[in-house]
């Protein structure tokens, strides 16, 4: 790449790291950036340093927020006894836009793969197992991936959960064989709440 | 089912070509290396969706090309569909009458069997290619076969590096259920399916080979695994396998591998009792192996509906005149292509009213004989 000026070799490296973003991209980008005024080029700074300086987790369900605790653990409104258990704060976007659910939410931030080394203590499995303990919560849907990964979670979670007398159920069917919950579409979502099964 | 048309642009040694078989018996004839082989490939990446000598795609564009692109027009359930695909830089995509599909919405579009030299291998080598071909012809005609045994491979593998990690991090044994559970679970489905196949095989196969074998022989089969002994057992057989696994336990962790459950199944294939692949003479295994492939064609008849194309490669020069009768016979309801390198068809008594000839010479097609 050497027919680049260093400063402008260096935002095409750091770009093309992103997710999506290959080399062609990655100059498309840095060409359009460096044409920017002044003015836009401070505002996208800032707004890449702001979210990144204040996104969090939410205290309690562990998605990401830009406040203590997420709008949806503050409303009154939802529903407190219920928690929805998913893999990522991605999968709470597609589940809130279907509607139909009106209960709590719990990220883990991944699932249980020992072929990648991640175990229980690497997500926030104990997190969750506090929370139970510390609320009147009656019902936990298990919302994980319809991977091998995210079933092993599932019913790892349910033996946990199960004999503290809390009913435990997983989103049944309508999801396909191996697919990521993000990826589904609306309806068959839709279906998976309404016909979850007791683990 | 068959095919109409083929299309080939850049394919292997076929610069653009175009193909319109017949719809019975298609000889494919030509000198070595003109392309015979490769025309069977296509038609075959096209119903499965990969090939079956190359596992990279990029081999089968042509030299000096990136990309290439093949077309064939089916008719499937006396509806026609084009379904084509083509490559970029190594990556495969298949469309259906022009929009994209993922490979597994394509199946069951275009059925075919295919039996090579190779398939020998089935009676004659160990367990591996024998479950490959269990693998191969379930997932044909159940495509969810194919992600049962996905999952399978993918819970095997993960437990088997937890095995591994318990051993420096004993705690981790806690999470050891949850994938036992699984591997049940879905281990179980996968021998149901291969049973409920098997049963059908056997009966099928036999068949087949009392025909070949001008009634001499009878050819059995029966299904070995781990779990259960007999199918007494079936109801059983997920306690069984628990079971198994809780008594297994310090050794499959002490071995970091798992040792029960389909991942090591077999099937043994018996001549007048004897094992085929012990005792078996080259005639006899060779018989065996066409008989298990040529079930196929019944077999996706019963499950589909519909007749699969046959492919035959490189066969027939093998076999005796007996043999090449009977297998012909087997093939006068599907379309069916045999490759050879001289007109072993016609043995001079006119006797080729459903035949094609289809002359391969590097790279084109010429039709020669027309009926
Ligand atoms: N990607 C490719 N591009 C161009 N030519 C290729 C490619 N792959 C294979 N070939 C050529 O195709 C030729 C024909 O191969 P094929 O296996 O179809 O022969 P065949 O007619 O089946 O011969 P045989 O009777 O020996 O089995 C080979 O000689 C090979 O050189
Ligand atoms: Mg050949
Ligand atoms: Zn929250």
Same mark, same amino acid.
């Given at each position: 790449?050497?027919?680049?000026?260093?400063?402008?070799?260096?935002?095409?490296?750091?770009?093309?790291?992103?997710?999506g973003?290959?080399?062609?991209s990655a100059?498309?980008?840095?060409f359009?950036?460096?044409?920017?005024?002044?003015?836009?080029?401070?505002?996208?700074?800032?707004a890449?340093?702001s979210?990144?300086?204040?996104?969090?987790?939410?205290?309690?369900?562990?998605?990401?927020t830009?406040?203590?605790?997420?709008?949806?653990?503050?409303?009154?409104k939802?529903?407190?006894?219920?928690?929805?258990?998913?893999?990522?704060?991605?999968?709470?976007?597609?589940?809130?836009?279907?509607?139909e659910?009106?209960?709590?939410?719990h990220?883990?931030?991944?699932a249980?793969?020992p072929?990648?080394?991640?175990?229980?203590?690497?997500?926030?499995?104990?997190?969750?197992?506090l929370?139970?303990?510390?609320?009147?919560i009656?019902?936990v849907?298990m919302?994980?991936?319809a991977?091998?990964?995210?079933?092993a979670?599932a019913?790892?979670?349910?033996?946990l959960?199960?004999?503290?007398?809390?009913?435990?159920?997983?989103?049944?069917?309508?999801?396909?064989?191996?697919?990521?919950?993000?990826?589904?579409?609306?309806?068959?979502?839709?279906k998976?709440?309404?016909?979850?099964?007791?683990? | 089912?068959?095919?109409?048309?083929?299309?080939?642009?850049?394919?292997?040694?076929?610069?653009?070509?175009?193909?319109?078989?017949?719809?019975?018996?298609?000889?494919i004839?030509?000198?070595?290396?003109?392309?015979?082989?490769?025309l069977?490939?296509?038609?075959?990446?096209?119903s499965?969706?990969?090939?079956?000598?190359?596992s990279?795609?990029?081999?089968?564009?042509?030299?000096?090309?990136?990309?290439?692109?093949?077309?064939?027009?089916v008719v499937?359930?006396g509806?026609?569909?084009?379904?084509s695909a083509?490559?970029?830089?190594?990556k495969r995509?298949?469309?259906?009458?022009?929009?994209?599909?993922?490979?597994?919405?394509?199946?069951?579009?275009?059925?075919?069997?295919?039996?090579?030299?190779d398939?020998?291998?089935i009676?004659?080598?160990?367990?591996?290619?024998?479950?490959?071909?269990?693998?191969?012809?379930?997932?044909?005609?159940?495509?969810?076969?194919?992600? $049962?045994?996905?999952? #399978?491979?993918k819970?095997l593998n993960q437990?088997?590096? +937890? =095995?591994?990690?318990i051993?420096? *991090?004993?705690?981790?044994?806690?999470?050891?259920?949850?994938?036992?559970?699984?591997l049940?679970?879905?281990?179980?489905?996968?021998?149901?399916?291969r049973i409920?196949?098997?049963?059908?095989?056997?009966?099928?196969?036999?068949?087949?080979?009392?025909?070949l074998?001008?009634?001499?022989?009878?050819?059995?089969?029966?299904?070995?695994n781990n779990?259960?002994d007999?199918?007494?057992?079936?109801?059983?057989?997920?306690?069984?396998?628990?079971?198994?696994?809780?008594?297994?336990?310090?050794?499959?962790?002490?071995?970091?591998?798992?040792?029960?459950?389909?991942h090591?199944?077999?099937?043994?294939?018996?001549?007048?009792?004897?094992?085929?692949?012990?005792?078996?003479?080259?005639?006899?295994?060779?018989?065996?192996?066409?008989?298990?492939?040529?079930?196929? $064609?019944?077999?996706? #008849?019963?499950?589909t509906?519909?007749?699969?194309?046959? +492919? =035959?490669?490189?066969?027939?020069? *093998?076999?005796?005149?007996?043999r090449?009768?009977?297998?012909l016979?087997?093939?006068?309801?599907?379309?069916?292509?045999?490759?050879?390198?001289?007109?072993i068809?016609?043995?001079?008594k006119?006797?080729?009213?459903n035949?094609?000839?289809?002359?391969?010479?590097?790279?084109?097609?010429?039709?020669?004989?027309n009926?």
């Amino acid at each position: 790449m050497g027919y680049y000026p260093k400063t402008l070799e260096r935002l095409v490296l750091e770009l093309g790291k992103l997710p999506g973003i290959g080399e062609k991209s990655a100059q498309r980008l840095a060409f359009h950036i460096i044409n920017l005024s002044d003015e836009e080029i401070s505002s996208l700074s800032e707004a890449l340093i702001s979210a990144k300086a204040k996104i969090v987790l939410c205290q309690k369900c562990f998605t990401i927020t830009d406040k203590e605790i997420c709008d949806i653990c503050e409303n009154p409104k939802r529903d407190q006894e219920t928690i929805c258990v998913v893999q990522n704060s991605r999968d709470i976007f597609a589940i809130e836009k279907t509607r139909e659910y009106n209960g709590l939410y719990h990220v883990l931030h991944g699932a249980i793969s020992p072929l990648d080394g991640i175990g229980p203590q690497d997500i926030k499995a104990r997190e969750l197992l506090l929370r139970i303990g510390e609320s009147d919560i009656k019902e936990v849907i298990m919302a994980t991936n319809a991977t091998v990964e995210g079933e092993a979670t599932a019913m790892y979670l349910g033996n946990l959960i199960s004999p503290l007398g809390v009913k435990v159920t997983r989103l049944a069917k309508g999801i396909p064989i191996g697919a990521d919950l993000e990826y589904t579409d609306e309806i068959t979502l839709i279906k998976a709440f309404e016909g979850r099964n007791e683990i | 089912m068959f095919i109409e048309e083929l299309k080939l642009i850049h394919y292997r040694n076929y610069e653009n070509e175009c193909i319109t078989p017949h719809r019975g018996i298609n000889i494919i004839m030509g000198e070595n290396a003109q392309g015979k082989t490769n025309l069977i490939e296509a038609m075959f990446f096209l119903s499965r969706g990969y090939s079956h000598r190359a596992s990279n795609v990029a081999e089968l564009a042509q030299w000096d090309h990136d990309d290439f692109f093949m077309n064939a027009r089916v008719v499937s359930e006396g509806v026609k569909h084009t379904l084509s695909a083509k490559s970029h830089q190594g990556k495969r995509q298949f469309l259906l009458d022009g929009k994209v599909k993922k490979r597994d919405k394509i199946n069951g579009i275009f059925n075919t069997i295919l039996f090579e030299p190779d398939d020998l291998k089935i009676v004659k080598e160990g367990p591996d290619k024998r479950r490959r071909f269990l693998n191969q012809e379930i997932s044909g005609f159940r495509p969810e076969y194919h992600y $049962i045994l996905r999952d #399978y491979e993918k819970i095997l593998n993960q437990r088997n590096s +937890l =095995l591994k990690s318990i051993h420096y *991090e004993p705690s981790l044994i806690t999470t050891l259920d949850v994938w036992d559970d699984q591997l049940i679970q879905t281990g179980v489905r996968l021998m149901n399916h291969r049973i409920r196949y098997l049963h059908r095989l056997n009966r099928e196969a036999n068949n087949l080979h009392q025909i070949l074998s001008l009634g001499k022989e009878t050819l059995s089969l029966s299904y070995l695994n781990n779990i259960i002994d007999s199918l007494e057992e079936l109801s059983e057989i997920k306690n069984l396998y628990k079971k198994r696994l809780e008594s297994s336990r310090e050794e499959e962790i002490s071995r970091g591998s798992t040792i029960y459950g389909p991942h090591v199944d077999d099937m043994i294939i018996q001549i007048n009792g004897k094992d085929a692949r012990r005792y078996g003479s080259q005639g006899q295994q060779r018989s065996a192996a066409i008989s298990l492939k040529l079930s196929q $064609i019944e077999i996706y #008849y019963d499950n589909t509906g519909e007749y699969p194309v046959v +492919l =035959l490669d490189d066969i027939f020069s *093998e076999l005796d005149e007996h043999r090449r009768k009977s297998i012909l016979s087997l093939l006068n309801k599907t379309q069916a292509f045999i490759t050879c390198t001289e007109d072993i068809l016609n043995d001079g008594k006119g006797e080729q009213e459903n035949r094609h000839i289809i002359e391969i010479v590097q790279g084109k097609a010429q039709v020669i004989i027309n009926k």
